[in-house]
């Protein structure tokens, strides 16, 4: 007997996932009574390759770029049904899906006030194609098409600020958080399913194949990235930025070296504090440093 | 009817992953565990059980070898061990 | 009860009769007003569907998708790039098996951008899975939604049904349509209840990874639905005649003075009426010619064509859209039709007409007619102006 009923064992993600670890905590923290909408991506293909399935819930993968506007659908149908407000709808798919070809969609579905939570699981890449850049690549990231080279220092533009675009929106809740955070996570998901209307969390997930790191490092990854100010932990309620995770910063060096994406960066100087220079803006902005 | 490929998840095979491990494997010693649930939380593959202290266990079928349990164990009471001590392990 | 009412208004007034859970559509000339009026009939509390005003034409299929998923009926309406802009969730819903009906008000694709009628939109989509029906009137465009659904949700199709209607003339025009009683059409098309849906009392996963090992099955099994629809479309039509008494045969083609004709028009749509004007008078005048008016496009009713024009002579195939670099789309399958069969025309030529609402006059017709000789002929464009392709662009 699996232990998740809802997100079983036997799906075919890579060892030391970090995308399952999110997957399993937040249909865990949503509860039975969810549907879900995915979108094609790794954990599309990962959890339902036929005959096989690792939802317990109702879930639907329509294409890549529509799983908000399918799961619109879904929850004007429960309205039409009768049955909304005993059923959560969640729409879930990667950074690519969701900030790039989907979001149109995403910006539609949460522009008419739907009451979905939309989950992003953000690799920062095209992974289940081979690591492609994606809009929410971080600086300077080596991907297969923003490779390292002579002429470049990998991905040239910061990423792209998907919760705060959604939060432009004035949705009621835009919130981020980390498959190294797994309490917090819980929380967010927990907070966002008992608030009506649309809701936006994006959850960093790191990917050992991606990003060239050891399978059993995945805490300490994630952990750095928030730890150093690159990947910032807050909040926003209805457009306004409610909170963030305070943190003592860590220089971003120790972030960088763990990760084999970055390995081009650790030998210039001068790249690592243009690096350090967007977790110092990150830091200013959602006033991360802890009052010593 | 055959074509939508709808699958019922209560019918549904499930494939045993832990055919894919090659190096190492976890193995919990049961010693100084204070069933803090970190290892069953942080498994990428849901397949940790156990409440009461000392009394984790992996399901060995799905286990994918990632170490991530071992690395998260705050008592170090999870250790990787090589994949060919399957036998004494049973 | 018969009233004197735009196209597009007794589209409305028939999707209200079926009862849809969820509506969505994103606006396209010469649709917008069969969802105009579908929303003020939401907002007016007339019915009780949930109206999703979407983003896009994708997000539009989307939605019907997802809330055909949950077990509810769903409609939506577009035309042209609208349609093309949906084309891969088009395909998805019948992948799905989802009885998701669409209305398509025909109109030419861009560029040059055209807001007017043709054909090539539906016609560029004939492969997706979706059953395709096209109306002659308003009167038909009115029944073969209810025709669609019937067919959509029957569980033995489960596929998308698409009823396909001339923008403008149709959707625009005004005509006498006998509007079905409410009492009829619940007799007629009974609630939808679903052969599988998202619930979280029994839940199931839905559109998952077919390898190899399973894809090619999936594509054969609605191969073989579209062939059995054929027969499913003339048992629904004698059922739809024993409600309403009106007899559209088995669905699949009109047969008009087709018996004892030594020339026959093959064409689909609202061009037809034109076509049976031109039959009469050329009939008045002791010419037998005829027409065979294609209703069902996809499932192609290939025997039924093979048993109306076999002892035709001469048939003239009249498209409203072209295949750019091939034989005319109908054309195509009226040759198949009869490749290698012993009976079958001399001459089936192929003409092609209408394209980006050039009208096709009684004259154009006659001009068909006149054209089907001996010698046939492919793609032979009607009402061609010479004169606009001696203008040159560039250097």
């Not at chain 1, 407000?85 to 899906?97: E, K, L």
């Not at chain 3, 609630?191 to 029994?202: C, F, I, R």
């Not at chain 3, 209703?295 to 192609?300: K, T």
């Amino acid at each position: 007997m699996e232990n998740s009923p809802l997100f079983r064992s036997g799906h075919t993600a890579c060892a030391g996932c970090g995308q399952a670890i999110a997957a399993r905590l937040v249909i865990e923290a949503a509860g039975a009574n969810t549907i879900i909408a995915n979108s094609t991506g790794c954990l599309e293909v990962f959890t339902t390759k036929y005959p096989e399935t690792a939802w317990g819930v109702p879930w639907i993968h329509s294409l890549f770029e529509n799983s908000s506007a399918v799961a619109s659908g879904i929850e004007a149908a429960l309205i039409y049904l009768g049955k909304k407000d005993s059923t959560n709808v969640i729409a879930q798919g990667g950074d690519g899906s969701t900030g790039d070809i989907g979001i149109q969609a995403l910006s539609g579905m949460l522009e008419r006030g739907h009451d979905i939570l939309y989950v992003c699981y953000d690799n920062e890449a095209y992974m289940n194609t081979g690591v492609q850049r994606s809009g929410l690549t971080p600086f300077d990231t080596n991907t297969t098409t923003s490779p390292q080279g002579a002429q470049s220092t990998g991905n040239l533009r910061p990423k792209k600020p998907v919760p705060e675009i959604c939060a432009a929106h004035g949705i009621p809740y835009v919130a981020t958080a980390s498959a190294g955070f797994a309490q917090d996570l819980t929380r967010k998901v927990k907070k966002a399913i008992s608030i009506k209307g649309p809701k936006y969390i994006q959850i960093h997930v790191p990917c050992p194949l991606g990003w060239r790191y050891e399978t059993n490092q995945m805490l300490s990854v994630a952990k750095l990235a928030v730890e150093t100010g690159l990947y910032p932990l807050f909040e926003y309620e209805f457009g306004v930025l409610a909170g963030a995770r305070q943190i003592t910063p860590k220089p971003v060096e120790e972030y960088l070296k763990t990760q084999g994406r970055f390995k081009h960066l650790l030998n210039s100087p001068e790249e690592i504090k243009k690096v350090q220079a967007v977790a110092d803006n990150n830091i200013k902005k959602y006033n991360l440093k802890a009052e010593v | 009817m055959f074509g939508p490929l709808n699958v019922n998840p209560s019918k549904a095979k499930s494939g045993k992953t832990g055919s894919w491990r090659t190096l190492l494997r976890p193995h919990y010693l049961h010693k100084n565990c204070i069933a803090c649930r970190m290892c069953l939380m942080i498994c990428p593959e849901g397949c940790v059980q156990g409440k009461e202290k000392n009394a984790f266990s992996v399901d060995y079928n799905y286990c994918k070898g990632c170490g991530l349990c071992a690395d998260i164990c705050p008592k170090k009471d999870i250790t990787m061990v090589p994949e060919e001590a399957k036998a004494e392990d049973k | 009860m018969k009233e004197f009412v735009e196209g597009s208004h007794a589209i409305a007034e028939i999707i209200k009769a079926t009862s849809p859970g969820v509506i969505s559509a994103y606006p396209i000339t010469p649709q917008t007003h069969i969802v105009e009026d579908l929303a003020q009939m939401v907002a007016n509390g007339e019915i009780k569907s949930q109206f999703v005003n979407v983003e896009s034409e994708h997000s539009a299929a989307s939605v019907v998708l997802g809330a055909s998923a949950t077990g509810v009926r769903v409609y939506t309406a577009t035309s042209s790039q609208g349609l093309f802009y949906m084309q891969e969730v088009v395909f998805n819903i019948a992948g799905m098996r989802l009885p998701v009906v669409m209305t398509c008000a025909n109109r030419a694709v861009s560029a040059p951008i055209n807001i007017w009628n043709d054909q090539q939109d539906s016609i560029s989509l004939r492969d997706a899975g979706w059953v395709q029906i096209y109306a002659e009137n308003n009167q038909e465009a009115v029944d073969f939604h209810l025709i669609a659904y019937r067919l959509a949700e029957d569980k033995r199709v489960m596929l998308p049904v698409m009823v396909c209607m001339d923008g403008f003339i149709l959707t625009h025009g005004m005509e006498m349509v006998d509007m079905p009683e409410q009492e009829k059409v619940n007799k007629f098309l009974p609630g939808y209840n679903p052969l599988y849906k998202l619930d979280t009392a029994n839940p199931i996963s839905m559109g998952l990874l077919a390898d190899p090992d399973y894809y090619m099955e999936t594509r054969f099994a609605i191969q073989e639905t579209m062939k059995s629809s054929i027969d499913y479309l003339s048992e629904i039509s004698v059922e739809f005649n024993s409600v309403f008494g009106r007899d559209y045969k088995d669905l699949l083609v009109e047969e008009y003075h087709t018996k004892d004709a030594e020339k026959v028009i093959v064409a689909m749509g609202s061009v037809c009426g034109t076509i049976k004007e031109v039959v009469d008078q050329q009939r008045a005048k002791g010419k037998k010619v005829g027409l065979l008016r294609l209703i069902s496009y996809r499932p192609f009713p290939y025997a039924r064509v093979y048993e109306a024009l076999k002892d035709v002579p001469k048939v003239a195939v009249l498209d409203k859209a072209v295949s750019l670099g091939a034989y005319a789309p109908i054309a195509v399958e009226l040759k198949a039709a009869f490749y290698g069969k012993k009976k079958g025309p001399k001459v089936i030529s192929s003409f092609v007409a209408g394209l980006g609402g050039r009208d096709i006059t009684l004259e154009s017709i006659d001009e068909v007619f006149r054209r089907l000789t001996v010698k046939e002929v492919n793609s032979d464009f009607i009402d061609l102006k010479p004169e606009l392709l001696k203008e040159e662009y560039g250097e």
